[in-house]
């Protein structure tokens, strides 16, 4: 007769099987259960149910159903702070030239038309010509 450890030590040391089966990672988009007809309180046929799994794949079948882009509302948000910003030093540059209210409005016209990719060199040129003043504590 054997101890329950050496039993334990005889069921451990068995191989164990090369692998479980591959699971399916197929994303869900949906699991439903229909009762069958007829299905009441009074009901008393077996509990069989029409179930139904579905699936969706995780990119567009055809480019014809792709879904829009997602907006980047950092970049739009980015892209105000910048025309922001070299507004505030367009007008800088008017003050210091002592500018008309016309004159103010052709820079702001001229900022407003500089092309996107330009902005960011323009708005470093006005800083270094015409600094912001320093900011009171």
């Not at 090369?18 to 009901?43: A, H, I």
């Not at 159903?65 to 950092?74: K, Y």
């Amino acid at each position: 007769m054997s101890t329950w450890t050496q039993r334990a030590r005889a069921h451990f040391s068995q191989k164990r099987p090369n692998s479980t089966d591959k699971t399916d990672e197929t994303p869900l988009s949906s699991v439903s259960s229909v009762p069958p007809e007829g299905f009441c309180e009074k009901y008393t046929a077996p509990q069989q149910h029409l179930s139904s799994v579905s699936s969706v794949p995780p990119r567009p079948v055809c480019e014809k159903h792709a879904l829009p882009p997602i907006p980047d509302w950092r970049a739009e948000r980015d892209a105000a702070r910048l025309t922001e910003q070299l507004l505030a030093a367009a007008m800088r540059a008017a003050d210091h030239h002592g500018d008309d209210a016309a004159a103010r409005e052709q820079w702001k016209q001229d900022v407003l038309h500089t092309p996107p990719e330009l902005r960011p060199d323009l708005l470093a040129h006005l800083n270094k010509q015409y600094p912001p003043a320093p900011k009171r504590r």
